[in-house]
């Protein structure tokens, strides 16, 4: 009879725990599952910025115990279009986008959206669809220091360049946006060239090349993005021209090194590695239920001699 009463003690003890554990479980936000699925949409690995993004997500996606899928665009608002449509496919929990082009990649994100799917913009935002929230810097302000530093550097003024990234790019439009709020008030400096290298270092040095045919006498450059600030440096050794002022955006290692050597002036540090890992633990936080921020920034810095 002991044996029996203790044995039913012990049941009724064990109802109760199991039943305060379920009650416990059912209060609480669920938590991450290891190994759900995350799907990275990037525009291209062609990039050392966006290598280093995607490094710096699969960083935080190990140690979040996340499975982190990745489909590079190459550049190519098509091929990024299938490449969201097949990570739909592989259960993915959340969508993490960084689009080739910001309105073309609405269409992508509504089907995510149709899915089930929450999806998170990273570095360059989304036009026309709907994000639970945006990761990046402030590319408005950092094209406003950007032009700051160029005009205090050119205090009797002259004719300069500027090298735009590819046509429909958020970064593109609102670093663009940021520089003209601040050089288009300037009376000396005159921007006798504007025309787009798509963000890529060879079309940066062509692009460079031909404007020097018709303006010899440029005295700085301010291309969206450390590639084509880097090939506009090789245009202007090529011409025999180390004078002028040449500053990128993104702050890779090659345009740190080209700046410490003297071969570019100043560049807008993005930290890109921040920009992934933020995204990603952005996502793990959607995945938990937990709210987030409609836009996370990420602090910019000018990395100058």
């Known amino acids: ?20 554990g379920q009650q416990q479980a059912e209060n609480q ?29 699969q960083a935080e996606a190990d140690k979040l115990g ?14 990024q279009a299938a490449g969201v449509d097949d990570l739909l496919q592989q259960n993915i929990k959340v969508l993490l986008i960084n689009p080739t082009d910001s309105e073309a990649a609405a269409a992508s994100v509504k089907r995510a959206n149709e ?18 929230s945006h990761v990046a810097s402030d590319n408005v302000a950092g094209g406003k220091m950007a032009a700051e530093f160029i005009v205090s550097k050119l205090p009797s003024g002259g004719e300069m360049v500027e090298l735009e990234g590819i046509p429909g790019s958020s970064a593109a439009r609102e670093r663009g946006e940021g520089f003209h ?51 506009a440096v090789k245009a202007l050794e090529a011409a025999q ?19 410490k050597a003297g071969k570019m002036a100043a560049t807008v540090a993005q ?3 921040e920009i992934g890992q933020i995204g990603v633990d952005t996502a ?8 987030v921020e409609s836009s996370i920034p990420v602090e910019l810095e000018l990395i100058q001699q």
């Not at 009879?1 to 305060?20: D, E, N, Q, T, V």
């Open 1 to 20: 009879m002991k044996f029996l009463r203790k044995a039913s003690g012990l049941l009724i003890a064990g109802l109760i725990l199991s039943a305060c």
């Open 29 to 57: 936000t669920p938590a991450a599952a290891d190994g759900d699925t995350v799907g990275l949409a990037i525009s291209t690995q062609n990039n050392p910025f966006f290598v280093t993004l995607k490094d710096g997500a």
């Open 66 to 79: 996340l499975k982190l899928v990745v489909v590079d665009a190459n550049d190519d608002s098509g091929k």
């Open 115 to 132: 899915a089930g799917v929450p999806v998170i913009s990273i570095d360059r935002s989304v036009q026309g669809a709907e994000v639970v």
């Open 181 to 231: 709020q601040v050089m288009d008030a300037q009376q000396n400096i005159k921007i006798v060239a504007k025309q787009p290298a798509d963000f890529d270092r060879t079309k940066g040095l062509t692009v460079m090349e031909n404007i020097l045919q018709s303006h010899p006498n440029v005295k700085a450059v301010f291309a969206h993005n450390d590639e084509m600030a880097l090939g």
């Open 241 to 259: 021209k180390n004078d002028v002022i040449v500053v990128g955006f993104d702050a890779t290692d090659d345009a740190q090194a080209a700046v």
């Open 271 to 273: 930290k890109p590695a």
């Open 284 to 291: 793990q936080k959607v995945i938990a239920g937990e709210t």
